[in-house]
């Protein structure tokens, strides 16, 4: 049964970069069956939708962060990746990745890493 | 603010019906797209519900469904249980921002 696992550092400086890494297990990230995304939620608030990409490198973003975001894939190490520049105190959140089903703009997050906390501090 | 609304609060005694509405615009659940549900339990990840309007995932009771109508979406939850009690999102797709979108999320009380 697949499994996603987020990992990255816990706390970053303000206007550093943030990145975090997704390993998917139990299944491979180069197949054409699923999307894979980010999600973050501040704690005590609502979820956002970050963005999604697919095995072909292929990236559909959240506009309010699309000029600070990159998104890629590694097939070689079945992991998909978010980096975030010029970080605040606004992205302190829960960062969850996500496998996404169906095509394009019908998509929904069928299953959910645990979700890893990364606040923005000095 | 979120571009689809939920209330941000619903309650029930075990046993009864409760329902939770989404409303969105002409871009999203107008535009056909279809309408997502999770259930985000205290303290852990959010989980699929309901996907493409009114279909269960694997191993979600019968007592969850939901319906579409114009701009606006429902999920219904029956024979309300303890175990309920926590955040439900509805999700949908919004063409003006070509991006997933998520409502603001609705606490749900069992009393």
């Known amino acids: 049964q697949m499994q996603l696992q987020e990992s990255g550092p816990g706390l970053v400086k303000p206007s550093e970069t943030l990145s975090l890494t997704c390993t998917v297990s139990?299944?491979?990230?180069?197949?054409?069956?699923?999307?894979w995304g980010w999600i973050r939620q501040p704690p005590g608030k609502g979820l956002e939708w970050i963005g999604s990409?697919?095995?072909?490198?292929?990236?559909y973003q959240n506009p309010s962060l699309e000029s600070r975001l990159t998104m890629l894939v590694d097939k070689s190490k079945n992991q998909f990746s978010l980096t975030l520049s010029s970080v605040t105190a606004a992205d302190t959140a829960f960062y969850y990745c996500?496998?996404?089903?169906?095509?394009?703009?019908?998509?929904?997050?069928?299953?959910w890493g645990r979700g890893t906390l990364v606040t923005v501090s000095s | 603010q979120s571009v689809l609304t939920q209330p941000p609060s619903v309650s029930g005694a075990p046993g009864q019906r409760v329902t939770i509405s989404c409303t969105g615009s002409?871009?999203?659940?107008?535009?056909?797209?279809?309408i997502h549900w999770y259930q985000q339990l205290p303290g852990t990840a959010p989980k699929l519900l309901i996907y493409?309007?009114?279909n269960r995932p694997s191993g979600v009771p019968d007592r969850f469904s939901a319906s579409t109508s114009g701009t606006s979406a429902s999920l219904a939850i029956t024979g309300l249980q303890a175990e309920d009690e926590g955040d439900y999102y509805c999700?949908?797709?919004?063409?003006?921002?070509?991006?997933?979108?998520f409502g603001g999320g609705t606490k749900l009380t069992v009393l």
């Open positions: 999700q949908s797709y919004d063409s003006r921002l070509s991006g997933s979108v």
């Open positions: 996500a496998r996404l089903r169906g095509t394009y703009a019908y998509w929904y997050f069928d299953l």
């Open positions: 139990g299944g491979s990230i180069g197949t054409s069956a699923y999307y």
């Open positions: 493409a309007n009114n």
């Open positions: 990409i697919y095995f072909t490198e292929s990236t």
């Open positions: 002409s871009s999203d659940i107008g535009a056909i797209y279809d």
